[in-house]
């Protein structure tokens, strides 16, 4: 059977394929470069992860111990101040056509207010939490002229009610333990169980961002989940990120990729 070995000083990486037919290329060499490949790449990673390992933040406990559904939250339960420059540039990938924006997650209204300073056409958000709903209107009121509406639910209750838009932000959290399981711990990125919907309701050429807690570059995983339902894709290092060492969002670099996925 297949042995792929990698040795360095610090680890030693061995893979044994245990079924003949697992992979199988037309030629043997093509099987013993991709194996080979694999195993060079995943070295690369190691050593990757080995050199900024040190310059990590220790963060707090990960998990979702809050009933984030209805609470009343802080504004540190709902987003940490560090995400703000990251509000800004989604804000701004969804308001580059000036056409229609959905955007799923009011939290805080900090990316709203980015959203509604680009002029869009029009501005539609999804929120399921009975508290920031009902802060909707005074919001609203400190947006002259503004022309944004709320759907209250979740996102997945109320997709039949949603149109077509030109671009999508995504930003909710884990509602639950078992949310957090199947679309954080299981996942490649929290967004991946959106990604399906929110190609659906795009229209040619519009784009979807969300944010990711990957830190200088998309996995294959996350990249292949993309290209599934999206044509193309930018990312974009966001850096000189001020997270607090306290931070309970798993991001332990001070910076993260941004994703602008477009249909
Ligand atoms: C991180 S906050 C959004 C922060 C926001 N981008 C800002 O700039 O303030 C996430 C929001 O998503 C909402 N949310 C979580 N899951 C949801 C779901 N399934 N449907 C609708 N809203 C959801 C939460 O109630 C919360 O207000």
Known sequence: MPRKIKRTSNYQLTLDINNESFISPPRESQKTWILNRLVTELSYDLEHLSAVSSSMLPGAEVGVSLDREQSSLSDNDIMEDWQIPIMKKMAEFVTESGGDVLEIGMGRGVASDFIQSFSPKSHTLIECNDFI?????????????????????????????????????????????????????????????????????????????????????????????????FSRFTVSVIDDLNIPDDSRDSCWLPQMVLVRAEK
């Open 133 to 229: 709903v009902s802060d909707f209107p005074n919001w609203k009121n400190k947006h002259p002229g503004c022309n944004a509406n709320i759907i209250h639910g979740m996102w997945q209750d109320k997709w039949h009610e949603v149109g077509e838009y030109d671009g999508i932000l995504f930003h909710t959290y884990p509602l639950t333990h078992e949310e957090f399981v199947e679309h954080v711990a299981q996942s490649t990125t929290f967004a991946e169980h959106f990604f399906a919907p929110a190609s659906e309701k795009l229209r040619s050429g519009g784009v979807l961002t969300y944010l990711t807690n990957e830190n200088d570059s998309l996995s294959r995983a996350h990249q292949r989940s993309l290209l599934k339902h």
